[in-house]
């Protein structure tokens, strides 16, 4: 049980960074 949360709490991590990145490049475009 206790692998299974940790893959879980990977898998969120990583959609989280890439939301992060979406709103950077949106920001970029914005000072432009």
Do not use: D
Request: charged share 55%; aromatic share 0%; glycine share 4%.
């Amino acid at each position: 049980m206790g692998s299974v949360i940790k893959k879980r709490r990977k898998r969120m991590a990583k959609k989280k960074h890439r939301k992060m990145l979406k709103r950077t490049r949106i920001a970029r475009r914005n000072k432009k």
